[in-house]
Every structure is written in C-alpha cells, then in structure tokens.
C-alpha cells in the first residue's frame, strides 16, 4: 500500500479518490496474474480458493491484476479487474471476506454494498453473487471453515455452531475491523522476506491464529464466546501426547493411561474443554497434517491411497469422505490445486 495507507490509523484503504497504483496492490511482492481475459481469471481463482464465475457488466476489456499471500488455510489476495464485474460461485466451502480499498462491492441477492474501508463477509453455504464496481481495489481473503473451528475448539473449548448462511457488511468505524486492518499491514510488510514471520510454517500457523481471532470479533453469532483459557492438566497433557505421537497408532487405552485418570473421565473432560471426543480430535488433527502435505506436493509426488493408509484410514473411501466432509473438497482437488 502507498503512503495514504500507511498513515491511515484506523483502516486499511487508500483514498478514494486517488488514481488506481497497480504496483502498489496489498502483497504487491507476490504478483499472481496480469490479463484482459476474464476466463483465464476464473480459472485461476478456481484453482487456489472456490469455483467463480466472472462476467463482464459493461462494454470494454479488462484489465485483472491479482496479488497473492498463501498460507496453509488462509489466503490473501490483492484484485483489480479494471472493469465492472459480476462475480458468482456455488455454495462457498470456507469464509470468504472483500475489503475495497478503492471503489466498491455490491451483494445482489440482499443489496448490500461494502464501500472503500468496508468489508463484506460471506459465510459458509453462501452463493455469492456480487458485483465489483468500476475502479475498484481490494484485499481478498479466505479462511477454511476447519481452521475456524478448530481454533474455537482448541482456545474456547467449545464446538463451533454453523452461522446462519448470509452475507454481510461491516463498516469501517467496527474496531475488530480496525484490528484487521492492522493485521493485513502486518503481513504486507512481510510479504516475500526471507527471514520474516510468513517465512517459516510456525511463523504463518501464528498469523493464521492471529486471523482468527480476530474474526471471531466480527462474527455477530460468536462475538460472545468464553475467553480463552488454558486446558485443565488431564486434557493438555493427553494433547500433547497426541501431537507428539501423531503417526503412531493411538488407541483409547493409550490414552486413558496417558490420563491417569478412567476412559468415561477423560471422555468427559475432552466433551468439556475441546467439545469433542478423543478419537475424533484425534481425526481431524490427522486430517489438517494430511491438508498440509498436499498443499506442498504436486500430483504424482504423493499417492492418496499410501497417505491414507500411512496416516491411519483403513479405507480410502472413509479417508476421502473424512476429508471432504472436513475441507469441502476431495482430497485429489486440493492436490490438483496450482502451487
């Protein structure tokens, strides 16, 4: 961002009024595509986040430029299509956020528009219909639903309910905006150095953590959950155990003795602190280690069938309904998926 951003307190947005600086695009060290054609457009948003459909609303060519930060489980992106576009997908897998730095973003279905310092937020399930407006900047951003919940498990100790399916806008004067706005400077700052916080996987888990608790605050339905608090011993010391032996085989009886206390207690306490029950923590942990090396593979380094039966799915018919259920997708699209 150029100087205005950078002197803006409260919001991550440059003047309005200011000519559009294609160089300057939020993540601008990470140039992701430059073209006038709309479908080569989709097809890339397609590869990295959700299926979009993208159709011209006026005469003219466009002119798309795309900046991106990946993570893990989150990605930022920069956008300028040049032009007005409608921009349309299926039901959205993860939570989808449009912050116009510049310009504007209209939701048809309820008539909703997000202005520059805005921010329009889609929740899971959601079938997006917007249009960009003429002129328009902006940071995108996706965070898978999994990340979210396992972060309310993991630091609220409680089961994450599904939103009501909606889209959205969150003004410019929300102070968990205000926080994201700070946190989307962070990681500007960060982009493409090779000893920063986004250089290392540690580094961005703690980013994505970051992220994440800060949507919580912008989210109305979990605004008002318990604040974070540490594990009770019995829960972090089975934990612990669990992440440090991930690979290995771990029954209930291993863990109960890990305890030190009886199977129906550590039960109890897992439904308690973390919302879920030991065999399933221990599941989705499995699944996010197996999200993560497919995201660092390319098709034909790995076989499925291998990580399935490697990572303790007997079946790899069970593995992929797991996965699917737990990301959105089949685990052969995230492995297909353009790195």
């Not at 992701?32 to 060519?61: F, H, T, V, Y």
């Not at 972060?151 to 009501?164: A, G, L, T």
Request: some cysteine; overall charge positive; glycine content about 6%.
């Amino acid at each position: 961002m150029g100087a205005s951003v950078q002197n803006t307190r409260t919001t991550f947005h440059s003047e309005p009024s200011r000519q559009p600086d294609l160089g300057r695009l939020p993540f601008f060290k990470k140039p992701w595509l430059s073209s006038r054609n709309l479908d080569e457009a989709a097809a890339l948003l397609c590869s990295q986040i959700e299926e979009r459909n993208l159709q011209p609303c006026a005469e003219g060519e466009a002119d798309i430029h795309f900046t991106l930060q990946a993570m893990p489980q989150l990605k930022l992106f920069g956008a300028d299509f040049g032009q007005k576009v409608r921009v349309s997908s299926l039901a959205l897998a993860n939570w989808h956020a449009i912050l116009p730095l510049r310009g504007s973003v209209t939701s048809l279905l309820e008539g909703h528009t997000a202005e520059a310092g805005d921010m329009m937020l889609f929740t899971p399930g959601y079938e997006v219909d917007a249009v960009w407006h003429k002129g328009t900047q902006a940071v995108v951003l996706t965070l898978e639903t999994v990340s979210l919940a396992e972060h309310v498990m993991r630091h609220h100790q409680i089961e994450m309910s599904n939103p009501s399916t909606q889209a959205q806008v969150i003004t410019r004067d929300n102070p968990a905006l205000v926080s994201l706005g700070n946190l989307l400077r962070l990681v500007d700052s960060e982009v493409a150095s090779p000893v920063g916080l986004l250089a290392t996987p540690a580094g961005q888990q703690h980013i994505q953590h970051l992220f994440c608790e800060n949507l919580l605050h912008l989210i109305p339905s979990l605004r008002n959950l318990p604040p974070r608090s540490v594990l009770p011993g019995t829960v972090k010391r089975v934990v612990d155990y669990i992440h440090a032996h991930l690979e290995k085989p771990l029954c209930i009886s291993l863990l109960v003795s890990v305890s030190g206390t009886s199977r129906r207690s550590l039960e109890q306490a897992f439904r308690v602190s973390l919302g879920t029950s030991p065999q399933r923590y221990i599941k989705n942990c499995k699944l996010k280690v197996i999200r993560d090396l497919l995201l660092r593979h390319q098709p034909g380094e790995v076989q499925l069938s291998e990580l399935a039966h490697r990572w303790g799915f007997a079946q790899p018919s069970h593995f992929t309904t797991a996965y699917k259920q737990a990301f959105g997708e089949p685990p052969s699209k995230t492995l297909a998926r353009q790195h």
